[in-house]
C-alpha cells in the first residue's frame, strides 16, 4: 500500500519560506512522480508543481519563481521549497503519487502578518 506523508508545514509572515517534505513508502521510490497541490479555503484544488521519474519538473504559475521541488531518493522524500511566500498562498498542501493515485493527508501553510 503507498502512503504519503506530509511534513513542514505551519505560519510564517508574507516573504517568508518553508520547505514542505513529503515521504513516500510502498512503492519502488525510483518509479514514482510526484505532485503538489494545495485547496484553500472555499477554493477548488490547485495543482502546484511535479516531478516525473525521469526527473522533469514543471511548475503551476503560482509557483514559478519562487517554489522548487526536488528529490531526496535516499531518503524517498520530494520537497517543495516556497520562497517569498504570499498571503495568498495560504491553503492545505498535499502530495500525489501519479503512478498509484496515492495522497497524502494534507498540511496547513498559513501566512499571515
Known amino acids: 500500500q503507498v502512503q504519503l506523508v506530509e511534513s513542514g508545514g505551519g505560519s510564517v509572515r508574507p516573504g517568508g519560506s518553508l520547505r514542505l517534505s513529503c515521504i513516500v513508502s510502498?512503492?519502488?521510490?525510483?518509479?514514482?512522480?510526484v505532485a503538489w497541490h494545495r485547496q484553500a479555503p472555499g477554493k477548488s484544488r490547485e495543482w502546484v508543481a511535479v516531478?516525473?521519474?525521469?526527473?522533469?519538473?514543471k511548475y503551476g504559475d503560482s509557483a514559478k519563481g519562487r517554489f522548487t521541488i526536488s528529490k531526496d531518493n535516499a531518503k524517498n522524500t520530494v520537497h517543495l521549497q516556497m520562497n517569498d511566500l504570499e498571503v495568498d498562498d495560504t491553503a492545505v498542501y498535499y502530495c500525489?503519487?501519479?503512478?498509484?493515485?496515492?495522497w497524502g493527508q494534507g498540511i496547513q501553510v498559513t501566512v499571515s502578518s
Open positions: 500525489n503519487e501519479l503512478l498509484s493515485s496515492s
Open positions: 510502498g512503492i519502488d521510490f525510483s518509479t514514482t512522480s
Open positions: 516531478i516525473t521519474r525521469s526527473d522533469n519538473i
